[in-house]
């Protein structure tokens, strides 16, 4: 699979309450930015993908909703689901629909229309979990406590990751929440579930993004600057994985088990990746991930964060965007947003949130909270 | 994609009523009897996917209860959705995984509960066309009246389709509906929506089907009857063909173009094809289907249906396995069903219901109605 796929192309809506918008309309705002980005006829597009979480309110939000909204007919089109890491698998399944040789030229789009439904855009018939008091902040709150009672570290350190994702965020004109929080604002914000605070938890945001992949001997044709998937790597562990007596509450086998085979494809180790955009749904989430993908020793990943190792400036900047906790959740399009942005660092087009070394970037997605992971590798050259 | 990838092993449940069964039950037994056909430890398996339409009242229903049904750890595991086309959409994706070189033995399940919630199936938030009165059997009932007046056929010959799918069933253990039929009771039976009545239209099921698929080369190690994919096809048209005004009411685009594509990878005619599992949601799609896969011209598919020729016996067996009608519609098991009833009859195992010829056979989905299809072609060798 190893450099047979390139990006050419990428998209992004502004992210936020977008309640002007429906889904179609932003289906179509990031896929057009990804065609005029490429340069490229929509009409040579072979095939495409949709990564949407939730089907909609009022039904549909399917296949051929992405088939509507662009007026693409007459072409295969796949929904992907799995959960938070939808948006990151639809971008692994086309690749591997290009790579098969069925396609040459595919659209990725992940969309997402959240804030048109109660609670953090769960489904209304409620998840057997979420019925018995559980939620997102819940299920990861109990990790998190552990993590902290094992590893000796507080909430401050918690709101490190908050400080600097709001501070690249801000740096960010499509980021949902576009502004910078001090730590003193981040531990004071009412409790959501201990150990989060309200700045410590990703907000319920609408959005889309898209990316078109093509074989990478043509990928000349289309752009100067294309970006290589150099590797991938999705993994599903139990959906229930804290009734798991093995689970250890102190990471995501999900994620590491990903990564390796990502790392694994793409030949390299996680010390060659220069930048990554981590799924920090809960600020210790990034801590943690940070560790599951091998950029340091489990346990680490604290001390990381209070050094100022993965600020726009440290030696391994993680979100630059602003991750999920400034850029916002659209579930489905976070994994393509997240694309998206390690495209424009790729390319050096980052403006003000540009990182310095861009050679090798990662896209992860964490989802279940914990059952499944994707990670992609993406490379300048 | 041509003869690259082999179907090596298939399983599948019981369909019908089942309610004392849970979605995970049906994953686990459809599954298990795929390992057994292809004589294979489940430890061999290296990804997976799923197809399911909808999900479940309960939550879930994603690529983690795969993974929790057949404790299948630590590996790719994607959900598909594709309205009724989603088991066949699962299996293409799946082969696509195989050719790409990113995988070599990957699980294909489709599974679905439908009979847990009201209506047919329906979500409970409702299609924004279905609020509005019109249900499945409606949709299609628009075009079937179309094409009644503009090619002169009358619900005796819909009646045609119902008794010798019925017929087919009743000779399938596994079939929901496994009854015989006359074409008086199907006349007399009550009007669903003109010109369907009760046994025009299939039930509501329960239902789960499995399929393995693996790299070509290595087939012979898991059976001495392998299966080969000759060809695929997906095409989606508009998720609203009725509004368009340039759809003629008496057939699917989507079918005909998904088909051409099939044809076209497998690098053969439809007249090659010697027998097909085609999507009977309704008596007058069989009838159509039969045109738009190209078996005879737009019109003729009545007059096939009348003179027997379509039936077991006859020169094209449709349905051997009593189709949609009596074998039932979960919807994503669906096309994985579907599969499943090909590989039997190719290799010889079609029992009672065996036909004569079975060197080439079609699996085909259409949903929407009409705005997504899938044509999947397996090969004997």
Redo the contacts between chains.
């Keep these: 699979?190893k450099d047979k796929v390139a990006v050419v192309g990428v998209g992004c809506t502004k992210f936020g309450d977008l309640f002007d918008l429906g889904y179609e309309d932003l289906i179509c705002a990031a896929a057009f930015q990804a065609y005029e980005d490429a340069r490229m006829d929509p009409g040579e597009i072979q095939a495409a993908y949709l990564g949407t979480y939730l089907?909609g309110?009022?039904?549909?939000k399917?296949?051929?909703?992405?088939?509507?909204a662009l007026r693409?007919?007459?072409?295969?089109?796949?929904?992907?689901?799995?959960?938070c890491a939808t948006g990151t698998?639809a971008f692994?399944?086309a690749?591997?629909?290009?790579?098969?040789?069925?396609h040459e030229i595919v659209l990725v789009v992940g969309a997402e229309k959240l804030k048109d439904r109660g609670g953090r855009g769960l489904?209304?018939?409620?998840?057997?979990l979420?019925a018995k008091g559980n939620t997102a902040p819940g299920l990861f709150a109990l990790a998190a406590n552990r993590y902290m009672h094992t590893f000796g570290i507080g909430r401050e350190t918690l709101a490190k990751v908050a400080v600097k994702n709001h501070h690249n965020g801000a740096r960010n004109p499509k980021a949902h929440l576009r502004m910078e929080v001090t730590e003193e604002q981040v531990l004071k914000a009412p409790i959501i579930a201990w150990p989060f605070g309200l700045f410590d938890c990703c907000p319920t945001t609408d959005g889309a993004a898209a990316a078109i992949v093509c074989r990478a001997d043509l990928a000349g044709r289309f752009t100067d600057q294309p970006v290589l998937v150099k590797g991938f790597?999705?993994?599903?562990?139990?959906?229930?994985p804290y009734f798991d007596p093995t689970f250890d509450y102190l990471g995501f086998?999900s994620t590491q088990?990903a990564a390796r085979?990502a790392y694994e494809m793409a030949g390299i180790t996680p010390h060659d990746i220069d930048f990554a955009e981590v799924h920090d749904c809960f600020t210790w989430t990034e801590i943690s991930n940070t560790e599951d993908l091998g950029f340091c020793a489990k346990g680490e990943g604290g001390a990381w964060a209070r050094e100022g190792r993965t600020a726009l400036t440290g030696d391994k900047p993680i979100n630059p965007s602003g991750g999920l906790k400034s850029f916002g959740h659209p579930i489905g399009a976070s994994g393509v947003r997240m694309i998206y942005e390690c495209v424009e660092q790729l390319r050096g087009r980052g403006g003000e949130r540009q990182v310095k070394k861009a050679s090798l970037g990662l896209a992860h997605n964490v989802g279940?909270p914990g059952?499944?992971a994707c990670v992609i590798v993406l490379g300048a050259n």
């Design positions: 699979m089907p309110p009022s039904g549909g399917a296949a051929v909703s992405l088939a509507d693409l007919y007459d072409r295969p089109i796949t929904r992907v689901e799995n959960y698998d692994r399944n690749c591997m629909a290009i790579a098969s040789g069925t489904p209304r018939l409620g998840h057997p979420l790597g999705l993994a599903v562990t139990s959906g229930r086998p088990q085979r279940g059952a499944v």
